[in-house]
């Protein structure tokens, strides 16, 4: 895909708004979800090349809502004339998991484990360490914010100096087409960085919209420490 320009992005980029990168050098990559209902499971494939779907996902309810993330390296099936339900641990790029109370969830991506921690109790703020833009094998600690409309829910990831990485959104009255992952800067065709944000960006996605349709969640938010791991270990 040709570079594009980008205008320089504010620090205060709203969620809703436009994202914008700088630098004539930078990449824009957008990765279309689609769901099936017959198999109950969703592909997310590049829009340069929609024929070619690049993950599966595989969705448990109980006991907690459970995202499983696999490579999709044929048909995925969201047609419904392939089964991909075979497919072995191999191809496991990562989980999500979302709490029945709690408002933190955790997700894994190629083995590492870590949690999306909630800032705030009553509003879109989860920070995550990424793995993808470590600096001397330290992760850096990103931040996913969110704006909700009538028809769409944004959630835009940005680095410690508010420069946005991807954007997640979900069409909330999508029946097939249920979302978008957009990714951006100088990363946005790095495979590592790719797999981070798609996982990342989707179980904060329906972390909220799990929150919205669950009371135990209001206590869990009611009751527990916003920004309690803020300051990640070493």
Not at 95 to 100: A, F, K, R
Not at 199 to 217: D, K, L
Request: hydrophobic share 35%.
């Amino acid at each position: 895909m040709a570079s594009a320009t980008y205008e320089t992005a504010p620090a205060n980029n709203l969620p809703g708004e436009p994202v914008k990168t700088t630098g004539s050098d930078h990449q824009h990559v957008t990765l279309a979800m689609n769901f099936a209902w017959r198999k109950f499971k969703s592909s997310i494939s590049d829009t340069r090349s929609p024929d070619k779907p690049l993950y599966i996902i595989s969705y448990k309810i109980f006991p907690k809502l459970k995202f499983i993330f696999r490579k999709a390296s044929r048909d995925d099936g969201s047609d419904g004339n392939t089964e991909d339900d075979g497919k072995s641990d191999d191809d496991v790029v990562g989980t999500g998991m979302v709490n029945n109370i709690s408002i933190d969830s955790s997700y894994t991506c190629h083995g590492r484990k870590d949690q999306l921690v909630a800032q705030r109790r009553f509003h879109t703020s989860y920070t995550h360490r990424s793995a993808a833009l470590a600096e001397n094998g330290k992760p850096k600690v990103v931040t996913w914010s969110g704006d909700c409309g009538l028809t769409k829910w944004d959630f835009v990831c940005v680095d410690e100096n508010q420069v946005p990485l991807a954007k997640f959104t979900a069409n909330l009255w999508g029946l097939k087409k249920i979302g978008k992952v957009e990714l951006m800067g100088p990363r946005a065709n790095d495979p590592a960085f790719r797999d981070e944000m798609v996982i990342t960006g989707i179980v904060v996605g329906y972390t909220m919209v799990w929150r919205a349709n669950n009371i135990f969640q209001l206590f869990g938010a009611l009751f527990g420490k916003p920004g309690h791991d803020k300051e990640y270990p070493e």
